[in-house]
């Protein structure tokens, strides 16, 4: 059965940090490739950071670049997303997807809220 649980959430004052964690199994991790995404209440759900199979390549969106690092453990088979002064906009639930040319999997989700 496949896997993918977030932990790491929690509430936190603006320009504190968190890191998330991305657990998964049930499938081979680095034939996936890995990223985040979040949703906000009323809010379509927004690409947040992605990872090459191998961890040597990253991209966000501009909003984020500087602010949140991803990362993943091809032992432990587990993505990170380090997020730094965070910001009251960056509250949503946070969610971890796994890809490859056939399959797409996510997890259910993590929630953050920043206070002001």
């Known amino acids: 059965e496949v896997q993918l649980v977030e932990s790491g959430g929690g509430l936190v004052q603006a320009g504190r940090s968190l890191r998330l964690s991305c657990a998964t199994s049930?499938?081979?991790?680095?034939?996936?490739?890995m990223a985040w995404f979040r949703q906000a209440p009323g809010k379509e759900r927004e690409f947040v950071a992605a990872?090459?199979?191998?961890?040597?390549?990253?991209c966000y969106p501009d909003s984020m670049k500087g602010r949140f690092t991803v990362s993943r453990d091809l032992v432990g088979n587990v993505m990170y997303l380090q997020m730094n002064n965070l910001k009251p906009e960056d509250t949503a639930v946070y969610y971890c997807?796994?890809?490859?040319?056939?399959?797409?999997?996510w997890g259910q989700g993590t929630q953050v809220t920043v206070s002001s």
């Open positions: 049930g499938f081979t991790f680095d034939d996936y490739a």
């Open positions: 997807n796994a890809e490859d040319s056939w399959r797409n999997y």
């Open positions: 990872i090459t199979r191998n961890g040597e390549g990253t």
